[in-house]
């Protein structure tokens, strides 16, 4: 009993630490944790569930990434799909889920805020994030980046060298912020790099199939596409070609549902839209808190 | 991703592409010169004492990481490296140590390793370690090990890396060579480490 205690304790410890990685997750928790805190001063309450849906996804990003998972990650392929399942589609859509910038904003201290906004009004940023939101824009980039780093000599550099694993890393959990934020942010005509929610259920439809015929073509490859893992080693004796199919049906299924699902949420909020429409004002109904949806 | 980082990563992998083709030399194997770390190692040898890096440096060094139980991959490529090195000059074939790391010591004892490595012939070097020791060894060369469930019979398979790496006689990684590349290819690429340094 107390073997199983002591080796849920040291999965916690990072098999590569990383400075940065802990300055990130510990601003995104501390400016949530005071931004909660500010609208309940204020008056306004943030559901319990989007708070849930929040944490859970910033937890799950950081375990994948900066504990012993990420030691698996490195040396079994599907464990590695796991990790980018999480940080591409699992964490980052139950972040966008929770509409957490809100939140997050009135969580940094007044003055910062103050010295920021500038930034976050200057055309260079509000272009460049009209950009990335364009839908083709974000379709290519969300798709592209697991194609590019599935390319079996991108891959193994990636593998083999620490920066690159790092970047590849991180791309892939700030493009899925970008993507599920321009999914799941709360619709407002004409505000930058939104889209209706019918055009945001055709994104979702169209990233679903390149990674769904990625998926199939890994499950079915007859010959191993990764060979940086028997260069490396596995965490464990797994037959290579087990690990390359379960690695596809990660790269395969889940990606699908999350679509599925993603669907499901916005088909939730047209529908409230247009009760809405045929209700009497006064109904607060833009922010659709997730679990209502 | 911003279109920022995009450029970083294309910046990187031709920045990896330029070295490659910087040194003029086109190897077989993949080059890391510069991306991994020079040879040092603290393990146990055949007569069970304590060796480092000092030990064999001065000499070309051709690192593999395996088992003596392995049924396949082991034994087929440290035959390919004996065959490899026989494609040299005999002064050439004198100038290279194959270190053989057990990842297995429960069961390669020092005088196992010793009856195992000693039918490849002269130059073939069997090193072993605590666990402790091996930990510290493949974490540096990015790789590792893991053991499978022990059968009836109490034999277990052993997941290790495939990887040759060849350090010069300074201690310098040069190269990482596949179990999988011809002979020839092997044996030109080390003919070329020992030429270059």
Known sequence: MADVFQSLLTFWIPWEFSFFTVVFYSLAAGLYWRGIRH???????????????????????????????????????????????????LGPFLIALSLPFGVLWSGIPGRIRQFLVPYGNASFIRGSYRVLQYPPVAIVLFVGLIFFWLTPEIHFVAMLNQNLYQLMNWSMLLDGLLFWWLI??????????????????????LIMIPQNLLGAYITFSESMLFDVYDVCGRAWPLAPMTDQIVGGIMTWIPPAMMSVVGILILLGRIRSQAVERNDPPGVDGQLVAPGRA | MSLGSLRIVLGLLIGIFITACDQEIDWNSTDISGIMPDLSLALVNTEGAQVTEKDFTGKMNVVFFGYTFCPDICPATLAKLRMAKRQLSPEQQAEINVLFVSVDPDRDTPEHLKRYIGSFGPGFVGLTGTQEQLQSMVRRYRVTYGYGKPDEYGSYEVSHSSAIFVFDPTGNARLLAKDTMPTEALADDLRRVLETS
Do not use: K, N
Not at chain 1, 71 to 89: E, N, P
């Open chain 1, 39 to 89: 609208s309940r001063e204020s008056g306004r309450q943030i559901s319990l569930w989007r708070q849930f849906g929040f944490y859970t996804g910033i937890l799950l990003c950081y375990f994948v990434m900066h504990t012993e998972y990420d030691y698996y990650a490195q040396y079994m392929f599907f464990m590695h799909r796991i990790q980018h399942l999480v940080l591409h589609h």
């Open chain 1, 184 to 205: 799941f942010s709360p619709y407002h005509p004409g505000g930058v790099g939104h889209i209706h929610y019918g055009w945001r259920i055709l994104v979702l439809v």
